[in-house]
T-cell receptor, first 117, second 113 residues
């Protein structure tokens, strides 16, 4: 069974600092990996999607990397801002096949980020 | 651009009552999902659908039923609510399986007393 771990559970940084959020997964046979942002009381917003054949994806100040062989992904946030404060969730999808597992994302519990002005 | 809309946003139920949560998407997505989010547990898949008229069980299906009579709507039903079903429920959809990622609704906060 796939397990996804995000460390740390919470992180507080001063504004302007670059930071890295970590995600690890136990089964390297993944189809893709997705990073989400969740604001308090809100739904999840997709940030970046990395296919298993890719090593990284970038969007603005965000860069996500994927190392399948080691079961790790990182989300790098450059020049952090107070508006980046949210919970960041990592989710992995297993290899395509038949049955329930083909469609299910396995989520980590998230890292709660606070950017202090 | 509505995306994925969930109704209601909040609901309090008494134990044993029934209710239906509605998820509607206007993006012509084939795949739709219902998740629940609990503190310390992360998001867990309840049921999903790979197209109109189809449904399948996810990780935690007990106590829930679903229907996908129309492509744009995915309904989650609780026949006899229990306090253990107190949670935040999220609906998500995607165009095809795995390729483009999920779009989530804003959630329904359900309390069963």
């Amino acid at each position: 069974k796939q397990e996804v771990t995000q460390i740390p559970a919470a992180l507080s940084v001063p504004e302007g600092e670059n930071l890295v959020l970590n995600c690890s997964f136990t089964d390297s046979a993944i189809y893709n990996l997705q990073w989400f942002r969740q604001d308090p009381g809100k739904g999840l917003t997709s940030l970046l999607l990395i296919q298993s054949s890719q090593r990284e994806q970038t969007s603005g100040r965000l860069n996500a990397s994927l190392d399948k062989s080691s079961g790790r992904s990182t989300l790098y946030i450059a020049a952090s801002q107070p508006g980046d404060s949210a919970t960041y969730l990592c989710a992995v999808r297993r290899v395509k096949g038949s049955g329930a597992g083909s469609y299910q994302l396995t989520f980590g519990k998230g890292t709660k980020l606070s950017v202090i002005p | 651009n509505a995306g994925v809309t969930q109704t209601p946003k909040f609901r309090v139920l008494k134990t044993g009552q029934s209710m239906t949560l509605l998820c509607a998407q206007d993006m012509n997505h084939e795949y739709m999902y219902w998740y629940r989010q609990d503190p310390g547990m992360g998001l867990r898949l309840i049921h999903y659908s790979v197209g109109e008229g189809t449904t399948a069980k996810g990780e935690v299906p007990d106590g829930y039923n679903v229907s996908r009579l129309k492509k744009q709507n995915f309904l989650l039903g609780l026949e006899s609510a229990a306090p253990s079903q107190t949670s935040v429920y999220f609906c998500a959809s995607e165009l095809t399986e795995g390729g483009y990622g999920y779009t989530f609704g804003s959630g329904t906060r359900l309390t069963v007393v």
